[in-house]
């Protein structure tokens, strides 16, 4: 779709139009939905192409079950849901139907943390990246933004086998150009610096590049890196980030337990071992509320980090 | 016609005693479930099914998913009777490194058309290839053997309703309906009662009959066959856990242990006495 640096694109809208853009090219991509689809914006990609969109029903587990089975008769199924409902109600049926076959099953989880339109703790699947990335033959996908949904979306549909997209309900800037390229398994690097290294994955790559930009100003030199892929991670991205800023400051639309935090301490513990600090859902259900206010409370604005960093370094 | 049905008892009770030499010799099995399916399965590799094992990944073969994947040796013995691969295998069932996983793998072992063993998970499978054959204007059948306990879970479910109400075609689902779980006899657990009535009540096709009489147990499997290709079709067998062998039969105790050697003596002594009738 089109798009500009900066404009406010929700991450299911890139996600609905890739998928729709995606279905000329690609005539065995066939989607699943277990009725959220005008929510999750699979409807675009049903609007132009009824033969291949399947309306399941609020049965998720039948969904990725129908979707294993279609994957056999060379298939692509995407299955979409929110992510909370996806990753656990159907979890049994994605490690066993579609991760131990190696199934080539794509698996969006839609309204992925805390931005759900208010929908609060039953709704936020806060967790999704640590019961996912457990899973042997899986590959998972956190897009920064529009562009990267479109281009992470494209390279579920190559890859062959398991795929987790994990996408967003809310309004994210774009903060690629129109040429952002990615490579599946590696990280991007978008600032240099040496006082502290950022990591970040997903929506809140925005918000640590807003942040790198005042803490610049102040005199902290970041170097950030942004992980669309977490699974597999970028071991030597996080590697030389930990030679050359010594100090991890971790960030996700996550809990700090079992996600991309989890991911880079697993990396430097066993490499270059060095203080790694994780911003993220801190062991706690989510609650409804404003996005903004929320993210503000739990310690994920822009705001937010640049308090964090400042800390961090005693400034 | 006879004589077929004869052919056919016979190589079921054969495998009956293949069943409980390779859980005797794994000292492991889920022998119970997998003697109630036996016929069934034989009736399906023997008679039914259009296969060929020569070519396991023939893209237009029937699909078979063993849905109760734990009783995975009935399915085993039959795949090797039937040239899947060499019988010599069997004796390498549930050991380390073996193509005969517990619950069957169609990454390792020639014939399995898709893993199992989460209980549940047959029948949503199936659904997808009946419908992937649909898009791809294929007329084969998939036929799904679910267990009558594994019914408990809701998917099972799910899945009918789906099929029902989408009117899935070359769908087959089987019920080995043995009347035990692992636990206890279904009617102590929670029971499915009435059965015929509810899956009847999801817009499938059922057919009822004794999973163990080899001619009409054929012939209901073939009228499946062709029925299914309006929709789904629901064979409802009825069967006895443990069957041909006394001292298992209809007994909780057997859904998933192997036979000592006294026993395995015992149980193929009765079996080599004349049980096909």
């Given amino acids: 779709m089109k798009m500009n640096l900066n404009d406010n694109i929700s991450q299911r809208l890139a996600f609905g139009n890739a998928l729709a853009d995606l279905g000329s090219e690609y005539r065995n991509l066939v989607v699943l939905d277990a009725d959220v689809g005008p929510s999750s914006q699979t409807k675009i990609f049903k609007d132009k192409f009824p033969d291949r969109f399947f309306q399941i029903g609020i049965a998720e587990q039948n969904m990725a079950g129908i979707a294993a089975g279609l994957s056999t008769m060379g298939y692509i199924p995407f299955i979409s849901t929110f992510a909370v409902f996806m990753v656990h109600r159907a979890g049994d049926q994605i490690r066993n139907a579609i991760a131990h076959p190696r199934a080539n099953v794509k698996i969006n989880g839609a309204y992925a943390g805390l931005p759900t339109g208010r929908a609060g703790a039953t709704h936020s699947a806060f967790e999704d990246i640590a019961i996912m990335r457990s899973l042997p033959n899986m590959t998972i996908f956190e897009p920064a933004d529009a562009r990267e949904v479109e281009l992470c979306t494209r390279y579920a549909l190559e890859i062959e086998g398991p795929v987790y997209l994990r996408t967003v309900r809310c309004d994210v800037p774009v903060i690629f150009p129109q040429d952002h390229k990615i490579i599946p398994g590696k990280a991007l690097i978008l600032t240099e610096g040496h006082d502290i290294a950022v990591i970040s994955t997903g929506m809140m790559t925005a918000r640590a590049l807003e942040a790198e930009k005042i803490l610049r100003s102040k005199g902290v030199s970041v170097k950030l890196v942004h992980m669309p892929t977490l699974k597999p991670i970028d071991k030597e991205a996080i590697q030389e980030a930990a030679e050359t800023a010594k100090t991890i400051l971790t960030i996700e639309n996550h809990s700090v337990i079992g996600g991309l935090g989890s991911a880079v301490c697993e990396v430097v513990a066993e490499t270059i071992p060095c203080k790694v600090y994780r911003l993220g859902y801190q062991d706690i259900f989510l609650e409804s509320g404003d996005d903004e206010e929320l993210f503000e409370a739990y310690g994920l604005s822009s705001h937010c980090i640049v308090k964090k960093v400042l800390e961090i370094l005693n400034k | ?277």
């Fill in chain 2, 1 to 277: 016609m006879l004589d077929h049905t004869k052919y056919l008892t016979e190589i079921a009770n054969n495998l009956r005693k293949v069943v409980l030499k390779s859980a005797n010799n794994a000292g492991t099995g889920h022998v119970g479930g997998s003697l109630s399916e036996i016929d069934i399965l034989t009736a399906l590799y023997f008679s039914v099914l259009n296969i060929d094992p020569s070519n396991p990944d023939w893209e237009n073969r029937d699909r078979f998913i063993l849905s109760k994947g734990h009783a995975s040796l009935g399915l085993y013995s039959v795949l090797a009777e039937r040239g899947y691969f060499s019988k010599e295998l069997l004796d390498t069932f549930d050991q380390t490194g073996t193509k005969l996983q517990g619950h069957p793998d169609m990454n390792k072992c020639p014939g399995i058309d898709f893993s199992t063993g989460s209980l549940g998970q047959g029948l949503s499978i199936g659904i997808g290839i009946s419908i992937g054959a649909e898009l791809r204007k294929k007329n084969f059948k998939t036929f799904v053997l679910i267990g009558d306990g594994e019914s408990q879970e809701g998917q099972v479910w799910e899945a009918l309703m789906y099929a029902g109400v989408r009117k899935v075609k070359n769908l087959v689902a089987i019920f080995d309906y043995n009347k035990v779980q692992l636990s206890s006899m279904i009617q102590d657990n929670i029971d499915l009662e009435p059965f015929a009535e509810k899956i009847s009540a999801f817009n499938w096709n059922v057919i009822e009959m004794n999973g163990h009489d080899m001619g009409p147990l054929e012939s209901s499997l073939k009228k499946a066959y062709h029925l299914s290709g309006g929709g789904p079709v629901a064979v409802i067998a009825h069967t006895i856990k443990g069957k041909g062998v006394s001292f298992m039969e209809n007994k909780f105790e057997w859904h998933g242990k192997a036979p000592d050697s006294r026993q395995l003596a015992e149980a193929l002594a009765e079996l080599e006495g004349g049980q096909a009738k």
